[in-house]
Structure formats: C-alpha cells, structure tokens
C-alpha cells in the first residue's frame, strides 16, 4: 500500500494577540494528501485561527508552518494552492453565478474557452448547471454555499480551507450539504481541512478529526477512534452523549465499577489504579431485570424521533435529611430599663445535650442584648431552660440584670445518621438554625448548607471520605420566611443514558447489559 504524502506541518505553533491572550499554545500535527481532516472544539479553542494561519492571514508568535516541505512564509501567496471558504461565502453581489465562479481565472487571464470549460465542469460538480446565468442575490444559503465551492475549488488548489462553511445553513439543508461535501472532496481529489464546533458534522464527514480545547490538540485520530476510544473525559463528553462512571482496574482485562467486575478490553494499568470507564449510550441494552449486569429504575425517557434518550438509575447514593430552623430577628424591648434582648429558637443534637453549657446556649440562640438608645452590649445574666437529653421542646429563657428577659424554644432532636450498608457508606448531619439574612446573603448556599449543617460521608471500609454531591431543599432562597424546613445531603447516585428504541414506563424496574468490547478504559485525570 503506497504512503501518503505528508502536505502540510504545523510545528509547535503559538499564537497569541495584542491582549496577551494565547489562544495556540505549542500546535503539532501533519496533514495529508487528499485527507478531509477537521478542526473540532468549542468557539475560542484555536481552530480558526490555526485555519487562518494556514491560509496566510496571520503569523504564528513562535513555530513554523511547513508546506509540501517549504515554510509557508516563505511562499507567496499566489504559490500556495490554497483557497478558502468562509461561513458569509463573500461572493460579489453585482455578478451572476458564472462570473462569481470564473473571478480567480479572469484575474490570472486564462484564455476564454478554458474558463468556459472550468466553471461548467464546477457548476456540474456542485449541481447548478442551470444556474450560470442566475443573479446571486437570488439563490438560497445552500446555493450560494455551493456556488463559493464551485468559486474556490476552479483554481485547483492543492488545499481547500473551510471555515465553518455550513454555519448559517438550516438543519436539513446542513445534513444535506455534509455529505455532498464529502462526495466533493472525494471527486476532486484535494486536502480539505475543515473548521466546525458541531460533533457530528464532524463524525460524518473527516478522515481525520483534530479535538481542541483551550489552544491544545486533545486527540487526533479517526471518527471511529475519536468516538470509541476517547483519551480523556473531556473528549469523550464533547463527541456525543457518553456515561462515565468512577472505576478501578482489577487486572488486565477486568474492571471493577459499582462494585462489581467485568471483563473489559484494556491492558498497560496498575493494579487497582483508579480509571474513567465510558459506556455510550447505544452500547448499553434494557434487559428484563433478572438478566441486567446492573439493575436500576427508568427514572426518564424523551422520543428523539428514531430512538428513546432513557435515563435508568442504578443507585440513588446515600442521603440524610435534617431541620434548618429559620427566624427573623424579633427584640424584647423593655422601656423602663432601657434595653432590648434577642434570640432565636434553636435545634439541639440528642448526643450533645450532655456537653451543653451557658456559653453553647447562648450561641446557638443568637442571644444577645444591647442599650435601646447606645446600642452598647449588655451582659446576659441568668439562663434558665428545663433541656433534658430526651427528644422533645424545651423552653429556655435569657434574662439580663435588669429583667429584660426573652423565652425561646429548643427542639432536641435524635442523633442525624444513616448508614447504607448496600454501599458501605455513612453520612452525617446536624439539624441547624439560620437568620433570612443569612440565607438571603449567601452567595453559595449550597456550599453554605453543607457547613452549616456539618454535613460529611465517608467509607466504612476504608474512612476516606465520600464526596456529597447533591443538596435539596424547597425554599426560594430570595424570598425565604421564617420556619422549619428539611434539607436533604446526598452521595452520589449512577445515573446511565441509554438509547433505545423501545418505551417504557417511568419506574419500571428494568436491568442493563453491555459487552467487553463496549467498555473504554481511560486514565483517571485530576480532578
């Protein structure tokens, strides 16, 4: 089998812009002749301005650019075989179709009837034979797409740059053109480099996909190997929908996640190395539950119009529900005294009751008192309350030298913790009490929840600790009044999107079923 050609280098390419931006930081990678290869990642990953620098547009700060050997600086442009199609097209209103097409030829002074047979050759290869007389202004988005096609490529360049091309084009008409682009290509033998955020224009059409993310080449290969064998989580969520789920390597071969092994193809690991395990969703099978490899509940399911998008949970995580005692700041103002006091109903763990002191009475009722007309402090004197380690209300009352006295409840409640033993987990939580305020300020009551309440899980069989990744509540945070409310802390629950073209019920008890060749192993990256 002959080796291709190697047509374009880019050799550590860097780029970065008067703001000091850099947007390529160290580019690498060889094109080939008459390779459809495709630029992919989100808006601002570098690729077309790696696109541009190809076609002579910009310079790169550092790294060369290498040309069917030459460096590309140094070839004028009109030596460079390299024509480009932009998303606008940037075809010349005032001209009919042909004129559009036959612009480059004219400049260079071809004779008239090479052109004649150049732009009808084109107009044949992007069917608009009929069109060559037609105004622009009076064709559609995919006409005039084609038509700046027909523009670029009657030059014969070696290379045919296009920078989101199909951009502007609706859905239909966009599926459409992908694959008359690739026929294109294909007809006329020429490198295509192809700039797109859109995933599956890019499995459809490329020989070979450049993944970018943040001016870095993440991944080069085929759609097949970009698809099925990611290198990374961000590859693998960027091309298409995938579930990545927590695992460890048992031996070659032999994966554990959900506490289960399976038979996996993957090799090169250490032992119980921890790794990134992806499942695509078309590789995963609804079973009947008694033939599942794993067992879980349909808890979604939306029509996509061939196949069902289902969600089946596999584990809910551990989670523990506790009380938030919310009040507003109500002061006791006695006037002959001169003096106002404060405090706020609060919740008590049963296991802490023995430990309780003035000074923990008075913090966790806010409790204070200050001159009505100074706002200067005044002592709390006396406490008197009746809290027993017994669950129940209790009453407790704080008074100052001079009477001023405010009587508040005390909620003791059972120790908060659940033990799961299905995921050998624990999880704590104490019951708290919080202002509006504090809960209206918070700027990330999630975050502010967990500390709050002191809320922790962790392993029983080895102590680490386990991440808590949901927390619930039913309030609006804005307009939140004073109250008891339950806020519930979670582990994290296995989740796994399927694509299948059957219905089923939500809640229907079903199991899961893949095979080893479905199971991608990737290296676990910090997180």
Known sequence: ????????????????????????????????????????????CGKTTLLRILGGFLKPNEGKVLFDGEDIVNVPPYKREINTVFQKYALFPHMNVFDNIAFGLKIKKE???????????????????????RNVTEMSGGQQQRVAIARALVNEPSVLLLDEPLGAL?????????????????EVGITFVFVTHDQEEA???????????EGEIQQIGTPTEIYNTPVNEYVANFIGETNIIDGVMVDDDLVMFEDKKFPCS????????????????????????????????VKSQLFKGVHYETVVETRV????????????????FNEAAGEKISANAFLLDIEDVQTLDDATIVTLASAEAWDAETDEPISIKSIEHDIRGETGDYTVTFSTAAGTSITVK?????????????????????????????????MALDTDLEVWASASAWSLEDGEQVEITEVKYD??????????????????????LVSTTHKFEIGSEVGLSFRPEDIHIMRREAR
Not at 29 to 44: A, C, H, K, Q, R
Not at 175 to 180: I, L, N, R
Not at 205 to 211: G, T, W
Not at 269 to 296: A, S, Y
């Open 111 to 133: 004779p008239k009837d090479v052109i004649e047979q150049k732009v009808m050759r084109m107009l044949r290869l992007v069917n608009l034979e009929d069109y060559a007389a």
């Open 317 to 332: 995580g551990t989670s523990i529900t506790v009380k938030m005692q919310v009040s507003q700041d109500r002061p006791v």
């Open 266 to 297: 993957a090799a090169g690991f250490e032992k119980n190395e921890p790794v990134d395990v992806v499942i695509r969703p078309e590789h995963l099978d609804v079973v009947p539950r008694g033939e599942g490899m794993l067992k879980g509940t």
């Open 410 to 442: 005390a909620a003791v409640m059972a120790e908060n913790r659940v033990v799961s033993k299905v995921y050998q987990e624990e999880i704590y939580a104490m019951n708290f009490f919080k202002k509006v305020e504090d809960i209206q300020e918070s």
């Open 1 to 44: 089998m002959e080796e291709k050609k190697k047509l374009i280098q880019f050799k550590n390419i860097v780029k970065s812009f008067e703001d000091g931006q850099v947007v390529l930081k160290g580019v690498s990678f060889d094109i080939y002749e008459n390779e459809f290869v495709t630029l992919l990642g989100p808006s601002g």
């Open 203 to 213: 499995l459809t059409m490329s020989d070979k996909i450049v993944v970018m993310k």
């Open 475 to 496: 309030f609006d945070p804005e307009n939140i009044t004073p109250g008891v409310y339950d806020i519930t802390f979670a582990t994290e629950g296995y989740e796994y």
């Open 170 to 186: 609706d859905l239909k008409l966009r599926k459409e053109m992908q694959h008359e682009l690739k026929q294109i290509q294909e």
